[in-house]
C-alpha cells in the first residue's frame, strides 16, 4: 500500500544550538507512494485528504524512530536493500552514545562482548542489571528522577515476564501477576517498550533526553502524481540531528546475553 524511503543526499548543513555546542543538521528524504487502488478506496470518505496525509506523516514517524535506535553511519547515498532497518541515513541516538560517552555503555567487552544475565552470572536477572547501570553510569543527581525509563524492546520484556505468564496460578496469584505484568518495571524503573529497539539493548535515560533537531526552514515538501505507475508520490525533506541532550542522564546497555552459568 505504502512504500516508505527515507534516505540521504549530499546536501547538509551545520546548524548551531545551545551555547559552544555544534550539531550538524543534515538533509533526510522522507518518500513515500500511494496507489490508485487506496485512494480510489478512500475517494468516498469526507476525510480523504486527512487520510492521504496521515499515511506519509505515519511513515515518517516511525522511520524517525527507527533512524534514532539504529543509525549508525550517513551514507552520500544510502542502501535501504543493505541496510533495511535505515542503519546508513543518520547517526541516531544510541550511536551518539558510542561516540561521544563510551563511558556510559555498558557493552561486555571484559566478557566477549557479552552482558551475561542469568543464574551465576554477575548479573542474575534484569533488574539487577538495570539498577547497577543506573548507580553507576549515571550521574548523582540524576538518579532518583522519576522520569528515568527504561527503554527496550519486545524480546526483552518477553523474556522478563514469560515466566510468570506460563504457568498455571491460583486466583490470587494471578491477579497479583496481572498487576505485575501490567506495572512493567525493570529494576525499579517504568519499562517503556519502543517499536525497532535493537533486541538485545537497554537504555535508561528520561524520554525528554532524546532529541531531535530540525533546522528552522528547511522542510520541504512535494507531491506528484505518476500515471506510469498507477500511484501518488510525496517527496520531503528536512535538515535534522538526533541528540542526547544530557549524557550524564543516560545509560546504555549492549549485547546483553540471558544464560544461567553453567
Not at 470518505?45 to 549508525?72: E, Y
Not at 541496510?83 to 566478557?111: C, F, H, I, Y
Request: charged residues 25%.
Amino acid at each position: 500500500m505504502v512504500s516508505p524511503f527515507s534516505s540521504t543526499s549530499a546536501n547538509h548543513l551545520y546548524c548551531e544550538v545551545g551555547k559552544n555546542k555544534t550539531y550538524h543538521c543534515q538533509q533526510i528524504n522522507f518518500d513515500t507512494h500511494i496507489n490508485y487502488k487506496q485512494l480510489d478506496m478512500w475517494a468516498k470518505f469526507p476525510d480523504f485528504q486527512q487520510k492521504v496525509a496521515n499515511v506519509a506523516a505515519k511513515q515518517r514517524k516511525r522511520d524517525l524512530i527507527m533512524i534514532g535506535f539504529n543509525g549508525t553511519s550517513r551514507a552520500a547515498t544510502s542502501d535501504r536493500n543493505s541496510n533495511p532497518l535505515l542503519q546508513d541515513v543518520a547517526k541516531g541516538w544510541l550511536q551518539k552514545m558510542r561516540e561521544d560517552a563510551k563511558e556510559r555503555v555498558m557493552n561486555g567487552e571484559s566478557t566477549d562482548n557479552q552482558v551475561l544475565v542469568g543464574k551465576g552470572q554477575e548479573y542474575a536477572n534484569l533488574d539487577a542489571l538495570v539498577m547497577d547501570a543506573t548507580e553507576e553510569l549515571i550521574d548523582e543527581w540524576h538518579r532518583d528522577d522519576t522520569d528515568l525509563v527504561v527503554i527496550t524492546g519486545r524480546k526483552l520484556l518477553a523474556d522478563k515476564y514469560f515466566p510468570i505468564v506460563n504457568q498455571q496460578n491460583a486466583p490470587t496469584e494471578q491477579l497479583a501477576a496481572d498487576i505485575v505484568i501490567s506495572q512493567k518495571r525493570i529494576g525499579g524503573l517504568k519499562a517503556v517498550r519502543v517499536p525497532f529497539f535493537p533486541a538485545n539493548a537497554i537504555l535508561i535515560t528520561k524520554l525528554e533526553n532524546l532529541a531531535i533537531y530540525v533546522q528552522e526552514g528547511t522542510t520541504r515538501k512535494h507531491i506528484e502524481n505518476v500515471p506510469k505507475k498507477d500511484r501518488i508520490e510525496t517527496y520531503e525533506s528536512e535538515n535534522i540531528d538526533y541528540v542526547v541532550e544530557d549524557y550524564g542522564c543516560a545509560a546504555l546497555i549492549e549485547n546483553i546475553t540471558l544464560k544461567d552459568k553453567e
